[in-house]
T-cell receptor
Framework: KAGVTQTPRYLIKTRGQQVTLSCSPI?????VSWYQQTPGQGLQFLFE???????NKGNFPGRFSGRQFSNSRSEMNVSTLELGDSALYLC?????????FGPGTRLLVL | GEDVEQSLFLSVREGDSSVINCTYT??????LYWYKQEPGAGLQLLTY?????DMKQDQRLTVLLNKKDKHLSLRIADTQTGDSAIYFC????????????FGKGTTLSVSS
């Protein structure tokens, strides 16, 4: 089976812009979770989607949002980008209590 | 709130055993995980343990869980230079294992 895929792999934006990242889970996996990884804060849970519904949410501001489509693909959106949003954004799909991570999207906000 | 702590750095010689330690706070965690991250890459699942187990062995990897002390360890036998990476301990804050709290990671450096 193909692994979790994320697009794009790299992205450069400027402050105030918005960005949309995409994640395709492993075939058959219905849960997609998103994480932000920064050198200072480490890996932090953003949110999880299951059957097109947000099922769990971390402690991030409302500028961070997501959605899931009927084919389980997920997108996350960050509006009004700030310099501190520069990070590696990882998504993971879950099967039998085990998360499998994609390679991540590296976002740089200038 | 939930928190996971790990030592930040470990240096070993090739062929030695490595032991990476982790403490967590949420006693209701159902699953505990170890992930590996190499430079520029995503997270690779190494192994996980269910909270009602004390030990799990998987080839060169041994996980020990002390639930009373909320202490988790990962032992890598016969450590190789290819094991050099960052190792993350994580606890699941829900039964489904879809929301993980990660430690800051332990950088393992293996010298030949």
């Amino acid at each position: 089976k193909a692994g979790v895929t994320q697009t794009p792999r790299y992205l450069i934006k400027t402050r105030g812009q918005q960005v949309t990242l995409s994640c395709s889970p492993i075939s058959g996996h219905r849960s997609v979770s998103w994480y932000q990884q920064t050198p200072g804060q480490g890996l932090q849970f953003l949110f999880e989607y299951f059957s097109e519904t947000q099922r769990n949410k971390g402690n991030f501001p409302g500028r961070f949002s997501g959605r899931q489509f009927s084919n389980s693909r997920s997108e996350m959106n960050v509006s009004t980008l700030e310099l501190g949003d520069s990070a590696l954004y990882l998504c993971a799909s879950t099967f039998q209590e085990t998360q499998y991570f994609g390679p991540g999207t590296r976002l740089l906000v200038l | 709130g939930e928190d996971v702590e790990q030592s930040l750095f470990l240096s070993v010689r090739e062929g030695d055993s490595s032991v990476i330690n982790c403490t967590y706070t949420d006693s209701s965690s159902t699953y505990l995980y170890w992930y590996k991250q190499e430079p520029g890459a995503g997270l690779q699942l190494l192994t996980y343990i269910f909270s009602n187990m004390d030990m799990k062995q998987d080839q060169r990897l041994t996980v020990l869980l002390n639930k009373k002390d909320k202490h988790l360890s990962l032992r890598i036998a016969d450590t190789q230079t290819g094991d050099s990476a960052i190792y993350f301990c994580a606890e699941s804050v829900n039964q489904a294992g879809t929301a993980l709290i990660f430690g800051k990671g332990t950088t393992l450096s293996v010298s030949s």
